[in-house]
């Protein structure tokens, strides 16, 4: 294989971990490269783009280590934060806040300029979360032809009957009224369960018992802008109904581990427009 496959996660990601042992474990130590956001934060950075959009990043990392453009085969993106640099001591607020905004875009553009290789989101911030919240996620599930539960809301309980499948019904004040009390409700998924059902989508791979949803999540891929994400179901009147996209899976299952290791190496092996 040719290029590193990085893994970027902050520390204490479990999942992160496992992938890069899987992956370490096919393809051999010398192809994968797991990276903390505190490592990208000290490393060195030269990261140019031409006035066409072109772009080239060479990063100096602490351990001497140099990463090309070119070095890179896919990255696994769950960066949640981009932490500031140490500063001096005189140094103004204003300019730290300053500083810290420059290296989130920095990474931004980086993994941006990288997006046919990347899996996982990329936000302005150069994080995993942002661009999409939870809400406009299963918007696009539903446009995307997934059965996805209510959210909503009414004035009062009794305008919008009993909670239906995947459902619950939570008022935004606590009143004695009872049902149907002229309380504002909320609509929301059911809460998530330690053993609710999942189903992972990794590239042209689907994880779970419901293959009948392998096209919509294929469209729901290119609506979201990444290959892997993790829907959420609940048991629904006509099968299962999604209450949650996940952006960043906790990958907790040995399976869920086995097809992010096996997303990253097909992103690597694929051929890509490389910008010039």
């Known amino acids: 294989m040719s290029g590193k496959l990085l893994v970027l996660a902050p520390p204490g990601d479990t999942g992160a971990v496992a992938v890069a042992r899987q992956l370490t474990a096919r393809v ?80 931004a553009s980086w993994l941006l300029s990288l997006a046919p290789r990347v899996a996982g989101l990329i936000s302005a911030y150069g994080t995993v979360h942002g661009p999409v919240s939870p809400t406009t996620a299963l918007i696009h599930a539903e ?69 009948g949803y392998t096209a919509h999540c294929r469209r729901l891929a290119g609506e979201l802008g990444t290959p892997l994400f993790e829907l959420r179901l609940a048991p629904g009147p006509g099968g299962p109904v999604v209450t949650d996209v996940n952006l960043c899976p906790p990958l907790d299952d040995d399976r869920h581990v086995a097809a992010t290791a096996a997303l990253l190496v097909a992103l690597a092996e694929q051929p890509t427009r490389r910008q010039a």
């Open 28 to 107: 051999g130590p010398d192809h994968v490269l797991a990276l903390t956001p505190a490592d990208l934060v000290r490393a060195r950075w030269s990261h140019r783009v031409t006035a066409r959009g072109a772009t080239s990043t060479r990063i100096t990392l602490p351990t001497g280590t140099v990463l090309h453009d070119e070095d890179i085969g896919a990255v696994l993106n769950r960066l949640t934060q981009i932490p500031p640099a140490a500063g001096a001591p005189s140094a103004a607020v204003k300019d730290l806040v300053y500083a810290r905004s420059e290296r989130q875009a920095l990474a």
């Open 143 to 211: 446009r995307c032809g997934l059965p996805v539960a209510r959210r909503g809301g009414a004035t009062r309980s009794g305008l919008i009957g009993r909670p239906a499948p995947g459902e619950r019904h939570v008022p935004r004040l606590a009143w004695p009224g009872g049902r149907g009390s002229p309380v504002p409700v909320d609509v929301l998924p059911e809460q998530q369960t330690a053993d609710c059902e999942r189903l992972l989508r990794a590239g042209d791979h689907i994880i779970g018992g419901h293959t």
